[in-house]
């Protein structure tokens, strides 16, 4: 058996390019699988913080909903207010009720000026507390907000780094900032949240952004905290019939959207779902291009070494022995087309998550999956061996003498 | 008359030891289209153990096919092969092999070495086949390299070798099973007459030792000068038989 594997690599180690060419296919196949699968499942953590689903009994209520472009309240023609987040609180199954602002503003610091988004926080200590526990806010540096503070904010990480800050400084709590050209004092930085718009966001008191933003009782998005986490779906019902009534639109006609963490976890699956059918399919199709190839090469080669199968089988060697050499070669090959392809994939997979990484901000980091390495090799081994049999057999069932001949 | 030849040469051998190899009425016909072309019409014949007998005929004469069909590569169209008293006519391919891979080595005008083997390990792969284990196939390929002069160039690889070189390898290989029989087609044919001759001191010392050797070749002065036996081959029968006795060659009825 060993020797098998040793002739084999002899016999491969001679190869021409040509037959290294024909495992392209393999490897570009085993490629694209590891790298799906090693990006896939952070890309999934990735879109989840960027959502905002650290609170699993939290609902997201918006005008216009999710599938509308833009930021979310953007474009919308009757957007929900402050009474709407009011009676959603005083529902059975509702908990609290959170009106949320997010609103472009103008922000300067170091002689720059850039635009940013404010999210606001009510004045109130219950409500206040509602949304750092909904967004699970803690202070990295400095303190949140509290009920009474004035011309204070508090920042999202990314400030505090200076390559990220977009103002060539770290910001400090402390520090002085222009929002709209009004002075506020920077009064605490976020830990990190690994959102795009949590590590970048300026918490503000709801007074202060609706002077500098003005925009009355409109709210963007009503964050739903409830009670139960086995009455979800039973909330949301709930809160859709309220709203219907509220707006006067009829069933199947609904102008907002009532979002609970699992339909966007199943939203955000959907969509990486169909990427990775997309994915497999091309993988699918490049590992049986590959096997053709390796029917292609073993085919050739048993051609061309005829002489030599004549020669084993001169000296003693049984059509079974013929049979597995070649077979064992043309799974070699598979193998060798698998590592470089599980080498590739890592390659792609690791510099995918530190794309995705810098990015959005999130901290994945990369885990050898030794299992799916092992199987993957194992499966482009099995790949190249079934490849291998047709051409295996018919260098098995060569007639000694016309072999020898080389015909 | 054909059952008074078969008598006779039954009790010939018993006189002189047991017959390796038996051909009766040995037919090989192969159809072109329409013709049938017969390579070989009819051949019977024995060796016995410890002979060196020469098969001798000119290109087309069928000796080839003989060749094939002695050292059991191929399986006749009618007529019977006996080796070792075992009839192989009709057998599988893969149990051909497994005799011819214990009882025959084969050497080759090409040599036949695998290329991408060492010296060494071509001499262990029929050994290989016998399910020999590692450590024995080892021992008797050095052994072998070593009597065949070729100790210190164990670990060369086939085209690092001369072509006499390479031909005295494929001696060790073809004895590495230990079998019964060398087949030897044209041994000297690619060579030189220095590396030739050099190979055929190998082959005469083989027979010394008691191994029965099949020479075949065109060249009549070389069967002449080593084998006891000629077996004269033209167009696939056996046109006569000549024997060395006394320094002599003298034709005797096969």
């Not at chain 1, 949240?193 to 003005?214: F, H, R, Y």
């Not at chain 1, 990369?366 to 482009?380: Q, R």
């Not at chain 2, 599988?92 to 290329?115: C, T, V, W, Y």
């Amino acid at each position: 058996m060993v020797n098998y594997f040793l002739f084999g690599f002899r016999n491969l180690r001679r190869r021409g390019i040509r037959s290294w060419l024909t495992l392209i296919g393999i490897f570009i196949g085993i490629a694209a699988v590891i790298s799906l699968i090693t990006l896939g499942s952070g890309l999934k953590a990735a879109i989840g913080a960027q959502f905002g689903i650290s609170e699993t009994q939290v609902i997201t209520v918006q005008a216009g909903g999710l599938n509308s472009y833009g930021p979310p309240g953007s474009l919308v023609t009757n957007p929900l207010t402050r009474q709407d987040s009011e009676a959603i609180g005083k529902l059975s199954f509702v908990e609290y009720a959170i009106p949320r602002v997010i609103e472009s503003i103008k922000m300067e610091f170091n002689d720059k000026l850039e635009i940013y988004n404010a999210v606001s926080v009510d004045e109130d200590e219950q409500s206040m507390n509602n949304i750092y526990e909904a967004l699970d806010l803690k202070a990295e540096q400095g303190r949140l907000l509290k009920p009474g503070d004035t011309n204070r904010v508090v920042i999202g990480y990314d400030y505090s780094i200076k390559e990220k800050s977009g103002f060539d400084k770290a910001i400090k709590a402390g520090d002085k900032i222009l929002i709209q050209d009004k002075k506020f004092e920077v009064i605490g930085i976020l830990e990190k949240q690994g959102s795009l718009l949590m590590d970048k966001v300026v918490i503000m008191m709801n007074g202060e952004l609706e002077d500098l933003a003005g925009y009355g009782d409109n709210v963007d998005i009503i964050a739903v905290k409830i009670k139960d986490r086995d009455s979800m779906d039973r909330a949301k019902e709930e809160i859709e019939k309220l709203l219907r009534k509220r707006r006067g639109v009829k069933v199947g006609e609904e102008d907002f959207e009532v979002q609970t963490p699992d339909a966007i976890l199943a939203s955000v699956n959907t969509i990486l779902g169909g990427v990775q059918v997309f994915i497999v399919i091309i993988a699918s199709i490049s590992i049986i291009v590959g096997a053709i190839g390796i029917i292609n090469t073993m085919t050739t080669s048993v051609l061309e070494r005829k002489k030599e199968i004549g020669i084993m089988k001169a000296i003693g060697a049984r059509n079974s022995n013929i049979f597995y050499q070649f077979l064992i070669e043309s799974g070699m090959m598979g193998l060798a087309g698998g590592l470089i392809g599980v080498v590739f994939g890592m390659f792609i997979g690791f510099a995918g998550l530190i794309g995705i990484n810098s990015f959005l901000g999130s901290e994945l980091s990369l885990n050898m999956n030794y299992y799916l390495i092992t199987s993957t090799l194992i499966g482009s081994f099995m790949v190249g061996a079934i490849a291998g049999i047709a051409p295996a057999m018919q260098a098995a069932k060569q007639n000694p003498v016309d072999a020898l001949r080389g015909n | 008359m054909k059952k008074s030849n078969k008598t006779n040469s039954l009790l010939r051998a018993k006189k002189k030891g047991k017959d390796v190899i038996r051909l009766n009425e040995v037919f090989k016909i192969y159809k072109m289209g329409e013709t049938e072309v017969k390579a070989v019409a009819g051949i019977s014949l024995e060796i016995k153990e410890g002979e060196f007998v020469a098969i001798m005929g000119p290109s087309g004469s069928g000796k080839s096919t003989s060749m094939n069909l002695i050292g059991s590569l191929d399986t006749p169209t009618k007529g019977e092969i006996y080796l070792d008293h075992h009839n192989i006519s009709h057998l599988e391919e893969s149990d051909l092999a497994q005799i011819r891979g214990k009882k025959i080595g084969f050497i080759f005008q090409q040599f036949n070495l695998i290329p991408n083997l060492t010296a060494k390990e071509n001499v262990m792969l029929p050994m290989m086949f016998q399910n020999v284990s590692t450590e024995a196939r080892e021992k008797e390929a050095e052994r072998l390299l070593t009597m065949i002069e070729l100790g210190d160039r164990m670990d060369h690889y086939p085209n690092q070798l001369s072509g006499g070189q390479q031909q005295r390898v494929a001696i060790a290989r073809a004895l590495a099973n230990d079998p019964e029989v060398v087949l030897a087609d044209e041994p000297t044919g690619n060579l030189d007459t220095k590396s030739g001759g050099k190979v055929i001191e190998f082959l005469e010392a083989l027979h010394k030792k008691g191994k029965t050797i099949i020479m075949v070749t065109h060249d009549p002065e070389l069967a002449k000068l080593h084998a006891e036996k000629i077996y004269w081959l033209v167009d696939g029968l056996i046109n006569k038989v000549t024997k060395k006795k006394n320094n002599k060659w003298v034709e005797i009825k096969n």
